[in-house]
């Protein structure tokens, strides 16, 4: 599977540069993307990965190793969906799906994501790059019904989602 749509030869690059990193480098760029300490291990513990795919496999066995604690704090990082955080770019560009949306919608959004709060003790985790506003509403609604261990493991791939467009960006976005 190495003929990933965004593979390049800076990829490549970036890839060998943060296999290289220092452990504390490795570890602030890894809690970029997810902010559980224990994901970031897990993750930097499988380096170095060869390609692409093998740091995103890092990602995805390093999610299924992860317990409801560190779910709690894998979600910690993000945002409620509809109120991205201000002045962070990832935050609003994951969640651009809610920009130009009429108050009504923003409304049910953030009665949805407060009713989800109470029921399961954590926000509403959605893999919302590409998602409208209704959308994920839609989908808020159809899991608030879930349980807690279904919810969990719904929230276990969605995250793992964020975290592969997140690994991806990582490699593909020139250095700052």
């Known amino acids: 599977m190495t003929n990933h749509p965004h593979a390049s030869v800076d990829a490549a690059g970036a890839l060998t540069a943060l296999a290289a990193a220092p452990a504390a480098e490795l570890e602030r760029a890894l809690l970029e993307v997810c902010s559980s300490p224990t994901w970031a291990a897990a993750v930097a513990g499988r380096r170095p990965w060869s390609d692409r795919e093998a740091l995103l496999a890092a990602n995805s066995a390093a999610m299924d190793s992860l317990a409801v604690a560190d779910l709690d704090d894998a979600m ?3 945002a409620r969906i509809g109120k991205p955080k201000a002045g962070d770019a990832t935050s609003e560009r994951e969640q651009a799906g809610i920009h130009g949306v009429d108050q009504a919608l923003l409304d049910d959004l953030r009665e949805a994501n407060a009713a989800y ?19 994920m509403l839609a989908a808020l609604r159809e899991r608030f019904s879930n349980d ?29």
Not at 151 to 176: C, F, H, Q, S, T
Request: proline content about 2%; overall charge neutral.
């Open 76 to 78: 910690a990082g993000h």
């Open 148 to 176: 807690a261990a279904t919810e969990a493991e719904i929230v276990r791939g969605e995250l793992r989602k964020i975290n592969d467009i997140r690994l991806n960006r990582l490699l593909d976005e020139p250095a700052a």
């Open 117 to 135: 709060e109470a029921k399961f003790g954590h926000v509403f985790l959605i893999c919302a790059t590409g998602r409208t506003a209704a959308t």
